[in-house]
């Protein structure tokens, strides 16, 4: 039927300890990439993932988002999910009960292979290695602390994988699993409509992206590359090849080198 949603017959049932709406605008899907987040903040989704590219396909059912408060499973009549630190020092510490509890449930009845990752700046840097591999994933869990951490405890016991975006410090994990998110998602299949989009671009080969450009001809005196407008697609393949790793080299030197070892004739 022509006006039947594409969700429709694919919600999954996951029990839980928190009431569900009965009608969501965005429902979960059974078999499709489903990212699970736990936050103090869940009103801080989808934010940004729910416009474009990304906030199409999960209203077309191409995946689906859950962002778990973890407020409720908090201790005490004010679900406290905090306290101070063993040994003393500044502010607080997420506890290890609390989080255990949201776990438990969270990734109960997840199929094998999904991961489950805390957004820490101690972490892994997150790189399109990664996103490619969690988009072949069948979903995954990411934690986004808050104050000065997550009991050391909990991340041992759950074995969880600590990924960070970079070498900087931010309020909670929020924006970065957004962002980790945003390229898993938009390498799934059908995202972007042109499979060929994420092949040519940065990271994808290990090397920087080539230069766009498009109309008009010329513009404040600067015009296209002529080898462009030629019609010679080797010969543009080759410019862009080219280009690629001359911005690499010039602006990622530790990635320039990463790419010669793996491909000795470029020394």
């Known amino acids: 039927m022509s006006g039947t949603p594409r969700s429709h017959g694919r919600k999954s049932i996951r029990a839980t300890m928190t009431p569900r709406e009965l009608i969501t605008p965005t429902p979960e899907l059974a078999g499709v990439w489903t990212a699970r987040v736990i936050t103090l903040v869940p009103q801080a989704f989808p934010g940004v993932l729910g416009e474009s590219l990304t906030g199409r396909a999960l209203q077309n059912g191409l995946w689906a988002l859950d962002a778990i ?6 201790e005490g009549k004010h679900r406290n999910v905090d306290d101070t ?18 776990i438990d449930e969270v990734m109960a009845g997840t199929p094998p292979g999904w ?19 969690l988009s072949q994933r069948p979903g995954v869990t990411l934690i986004c602390g808050r104050f000065e951490g ?3 405890r909990v991340i041992e016991h759950y074995g969880i994988q600590e990924v960070s975006l970079g070498d900087f410090v931010m309020t909670g ?9 945003d390229a898993c998602v938009r390498l799934l299949p059908g995202v972007l ?13 290990g090397l920087l992206e080539h230069p766009h450009y498009t109309r008009p001809a010329e513009w404040m005196g600067r015009v296209i590359p002529e080898v462009l407008t030629s019609g010679d697609h080797a010969k543009v393949a080759e410019w862009r090849r080219a280009m690629s790793e001359r911005l690499t080299a010039e602006r990622r030197p ?6 010669r070892r793996t491909h000795p004739d470029k020394a």
Request: negative net charge; charged residues 25%; proline residues 5%.
């Open 69 to 74: 408060d973890l407020r409720p499973y908090g």
């Open 85 to 102: 630190p063993a040994g003393g020092g500044a502010g607080m510490v997420i506890r290890a009960d609390v989080m255990g509890r949201a």
């Open 115 to 133: 991961p489950l990752i805390y957004l820490s700046p101690r972490g892994r840097r997150f790189d399109q290695a990664m996103a490619q591999d």
């Open 150 to 152: 997550l009991d050391e």
């Open 173 to 181: 994990g929020e924006i970065a699993a957004q962002a980790m998110i």
């Open 193 to 205: 409509g042109n499979a060929e989009s994420t092949e040519e671009e940065s990271h994808s080969n």
């Open 254 to 259: 530790d990635l320039w080198e990463k790419h």
